[in-house]
């Protein structure tokens, strides 16, 4: 009798033992794949041994060059190209220099609504996601993808997350709208729709109360000079209607000082309102892929010249 309970005892021992292990593995992969997509090539042409996939294996894909999954929403996502290829020779290696893209917004939070009563989220996402894929495509810099899950996620998280990632460069996406004292309403389809086709164009902030202010107005007046450089034009609705400081009226760059996700950023740090979505023409030239890739490139032609500029010693992570 004593041996049966003893063996009993031991049996219990081990699975309280095995549920904590797999109760552990869960927790600790469970932000990183609500929070974080990065996508980096491996350094050498080297061919790596083929493993099978888990059918648990979480969406995030850090460190390989395997596609992300099929989307049911529509949104292409480009598969990473097979070899390494630097486009050009001042730009630093892509495993010198890290780039984090935020998403502006989450899906239950979407921000505003286009003219056409979409979310901003949408607008924020896809163009997000089309740059991400860009810059992975060129080889030139590493990119991170915040909340790519849509989370309900703070923006000091957001802002954490890219210095746990010892991020070089942050770019919040965002898209943009006016005051509800500006808006008209127009019927669209079935609905009842609220727009406002007074203003459009592009515009940046970022915080002169964050670590890195100095290097932060250096690259929003960049991407400022290389959007306008490409065609675009900058918005100064939010000097008269939010009496935000505007830095650089040529150049769209405006002061957003207590801005958490800025403020809270340890790398230089802009947000970039890429279109005003309640100006009904401009919400339909931001549908159009030519016309955001159009913006993309200007945003990587940015990005080279700003980290071409920096120290090789703050390239590396």
């Known amino acids: 009798m004593i041996w049966r309970c003893g063996i009993f005892i031991s049996l219990l021992c081990f699975a309280q033992t095995f549920h904590n292990a797999l109760a552990r593995a869960a927790t600790d992969g469970s932000e990183e794949a609500e929070t974080v997509e990065e996508l980096a090539e491996t350094p050498t042409p080297t061919p790596a041994k083929k493993s099978k996939v888990s059918k648990a294996e979480p969406t995030t894909t850090l460190g390989t060059t395997k596609s992300p999954p099929s989307r049911p929403d529509g949104f292409s996502i480009a598969k990473p190209p097979s070899q390494l290829e630097y486009g050009s020779a001042s730009a630093p290696p892509a495993k010198d220099f890290l780039v984090a893209i935020d998403i502006g917004h989450t899906k239950n939070r979407g921000g505003a609504t286009s003219a056409r ?51 070089n460069l942050f770019i919040a996406i965002h898209h943009d709208s006016v005051k509800d004292s500006f808006l008209k309403e127009w019927q669209f389809g079935d609905s009842a729709e609220k727009y406002c086709d007074d203003f459009h164009g592009f515009s940046i902030f970022f915080s002169r109360k964050s670590m890195a202010a100095d290097a932060s107005k250096t690259f929003a007046m960049q991407l400022g000079e290389a959007l306008v450089k490409a065609g675009f034009t900058p918005t100064l609705h939010h000097v008269a209607q939010e009496h935000r400081p505007i830095i650089d009226p040529a150049k769209g760059v405006y002061a957003f000082d207590d801005l958490l996700v800025l403020k809270n950023a340890k790398m230089p740090a802009v947000l970039l309102e890429c279109g005003v979505i309640v100006n009904r023409n401009e919400e339909q030239d931001l549908n159009s892929p030519k016309y955001r890739a159009r913006i993309i490139a200007a945003i990587e032609n940015a990005i080279s010249n700003f980290a071409a500029s920096q120290p090789s010693a703050a390239r590396t992570n």
């Open 117 to 167: 009563g979409v979310s901003e989220y949408v607008f924020n996402e896809r163009l997000s996601r089309e740059l991400f894929n860009s810059l992975q495509a060129a080889h030139q810099f590493r990119s991170l993808l915040i909340n790519p899950g849509g989370g309900d996620i703070g923006l000091v998280k957001r802002a954490q997350v890219a210095n746990q990632r010892e991020a």
